[in-house]
């Protein structure tokens, strides 16, 4: 089950680059570049989306079939066991949460530059008519 979390947190990575080469300014020159490669990627990055689903719901049945380890029942291992895996639980939701979240940043940031460019293509327009 490990190499599904790495796929996402790699998902999540090149999501968050995108969002911030997109966002820095002075890139102007890259940005029309960026934006082409950005508004081709969010469709395959929209698999994201059920993915994340799919180990929200494997952390939800990990969460309801684990063994309940209560103060005098288990070992010291067995109750560090426990520990470690509702500590892995909690990461992988906030992996969830980063990727999620990072998904819609970069659709609503990519809009957003579209809309800006082409309303200045727009004024460019407008300014060489007069």
């Excluded at 999501?15 to 395959?44: H, Q, S, Y």
């Excluded at 059920?50 to 010291?76: H, V």
Aim: proline share 4%; hydrophobic share 50%.
């Amino acid at each position: 089950m490990a190499l599904e979390w790495v796929v996402l947190g790699y998902a999540a990575g090149a999501e968050a680059i995108m969002v911030l080469l997109l966002t820095i300014p002075g890139l102007d020159g890259l940005r029309k570049g960026l934006i082409a490669v950005t508004r081709n990627l969010l469709k395959p990055f929209l698999s994201v989306v059920p993915f994340c689903l799919f180990l929200l719901m494997d952390i939800y049945w990990k969460y309801e079939t684990r063994p309940t380890c209560e103060a005098d029942t288990c070992s010291p291992s067995e109750h560090l066991r426990h520990q470690k895996s509702i500590m892995k639980s909690q990461r992988n939701a906030l992996l969830i949460a980063a990727a999620l979240m990072f998904y819609w940043l970069l659709y609503s940031v990519t809009n957003l530059v579209v809309k800006m460019e082409q309303l200045n293509r727009r004024i460019e327009r407008l300014k060489n008519r007069d």
